[in-house]
């Protein structure tokens, strides 16, 4: 099983930055795991933010492509979300998941989610 807790989320204002973070736990390698950031806007459906897989490759939504930047600690079991030039629409919760890929506990994991607010 894998627990994964978010945070970093606030109130910030338009053009503003913040870094959200999602902290895996559980007796999981990090070594097996992609992980990905969604959000969901009242009244949307859930979608993708960017990605990361296990060997650290990196893809975003053309919504936050050039703003955004995913990373991962393997050593810390923590996922990184670096947003920037924030826009109204990128308000949001925003969710942290996690896909593991073999073993017992394959199978998809989703956090509690991080309220992300962008208003002045």
């Known amino acids: 099983q894998v627990q994964l807790v978010e945070s970093g989320g606030g109130l910030v204002q338009p053009g503003g930055s913040l870094r959200l973070s999602c902290t895996a736990s559980g007796s999981v390698s990090p070594y097996i795991m992609d992980l990905a950031w969604y959000r969901q806007s009242p009244g949307k459906v859930r979608e993708f933010v960017a990605g990361i897989t296990s060997g650290g490759w990196p893809s975003y939504a053309s919504s936050v492509k050039g703003r955004s930047t995913i990373s991962r600690d393997n050593a810390k079991n923590t996922m990184y979300l670096q947003m920037s030039s924030l826009k109204s629409e990128d308000t949001a919760v925003y969710y942290c998941?996690?896909?593991?890929?073999?073993?017992?506990?394959?199978?998809?994991?989703w956090g509690q989610g991080t309220q992300v607010t962008v208003s002045s």
């Open positions: 998941n996690a896909v593991v890929t073999s073993g017992s506990s394959a199978g998809n994991y």
